[in-house]
């Protein structure tokens, strides 16, 4: 995979004031996080609009980015799946199958990395990888632009975002804007414990979250925060021997070999299957993974070990997890197409 080096210090920073042919105002674009979530980070060169965030949207959803005109970003990343997939493997360019499991795109901006391996920096940069992969979109960059430019509706679209023609810049900075807005932060978990219901839950999630947040399982080790991940990257020992590599494939190191990235848990329910490989089919097979204490597999984390639960916490435990689930989010219109 080949990724671009953006310099975002020679795109225009300023707001694009008006369109002349429309008279239309471009505004700030304010992202909707919750209070007791941290401030959204992000460049300098991707400040938020209204046109840069509905050019965005326009771009996840539009087909046009596959070679083959095939698939768009959201035929993998579905909002009533929290921008997730319910497949093992995704198919791309050609009917091509990929070889990891889509993730979820709840509250991606909060991301200090992105894909399984973490091999990615940043949103914008992320917008390049499925260009640039085979199995994907299999669009070449050069022939992305081209057929943005020939395209009227996309040329005065960045023109009103940008006061610019279409280009790569351009193309990353209005898809990782999109992208920032999808926030989730309403479940029935916030509502009681950052909004203070102490009423929202039933006795079984009340028990499965203290049990997530105990010493007996240590779930909340690196399921932490609330974004219910600490980003790092981890072997939970899915197996003995791994067909992919992971983490070691970005660095190098043996220490990274068969580690994944741990992901957020927020709209779990919505995001099976489970684990890089979509191996894992549902909630159950999860907890009884974990239970289990999983594969000795030389990289596996201190964390993971034999839990000797019974029925009623795997119960409770997978009843926390549900809580989790943000109805609000995937019917939200603003992030329909």
């Known amino acids: 995979m080949i990724i671009i080096l953006i310099n975002y210090s020679c795109i225009k920073k300023e707001i694009p004031k008006s369109n002349s042919e429309n008279n239309e105002t471009d505004e700030p674009y304010i992202y909707n996080a919750p209070t007791y979530y941290p401030k959204l980070v992000y460049p300098t060169a991707s400040y938020p609009t209204k046109f840069r965030f509905l050019l965005g949207k326009k771009l996840f959803y539009d087909k046009l980015l596959a070679k083959d005109f095939s698939v768009s970003c959201a035929s993998c990343h579905l909002q009533e799946l929290a921008f997730a997939e319910n497949k093992e ?3 791309g360019f050609n009917g091509e199958i990929g070889t990891r499991n889509s993730p979820s795109l709840s509250n991606v901006g909060y991301n200090a990395s992105f894909f399984w391996d973490g091999g990615v920096p940043s949103l914008e ?12 979109f299999n ?25 610019d023609e279409p280009n790569l810049n351009n193309y990353s900075i209005a898809l990782a804007i999109f992208q920032r807005a999808l926030i989730s932060g309403n479940s029935k978990f916030d ?19 203290a049990l997530f947040s105990s010493t007996v399982t240590g779930c909340n080790n690196c399921h932490s925060g609330f974004n219910f991940t600490n980003n790092s990257f981890q072997n939970n020992g899915l197996y003995l021997n791994y067909a992919d ?19 957020s848990l927020r709209n779990v329910e919505l995001t099976k299957p489970y684990m890089h490989d979509g191996s894992l089919k549902n909630l159950e097979e999860v907890i009884n993974h974990y239970n289990s204490g999983g594969a000795a597999h030389q990289s ?33 219109k603003e992030f329909k197409p």
Do not use: C, W
């Not at 917008?127 to 992969?133: M, Q, R, S, T």
């Not at 509502?191 to 499965?208: A, H, I, M, P, R």
């Not at 596996?300 to 997978?318: E, R």
């Open 300 to 332: 596996k984390s201190i964390h993971v070990k034999p839990l000797n639960l019974n029925p009623q916490q795997k119960t409770d435990l997978i009843n926390f997890l549900k809580t989790l689930t943000d109805e609000e989010f995937i019917n939200n």
């Open 191 to 209: 509502k009681y414990y950052y909004q203070g219901d102490t009423t929202v839950l039933t006795s079984s999630e009340k028990n499965g979250y």
């Open 89 to 91: 493997f995704s198919t």
């Open 139 to 163: 669009m070449p960059y050069d022939s992305l632009i081209l057929r943005l430019n020939a395209r009227k509706e996309y040329s005065d679209f960045f023109k009103k975002a940008f006061n």
């Open 245 to 263: 590599q992971g983490r070691y494939l970005v660095t190098g190191f043996i220490t990274d070999f068969a580690k994944f990235k741990v992901p």
């Open 125 to 136: 940069a992320q917008a390049f990888a499925p260009l640039d992969n085979h199995k994907e």
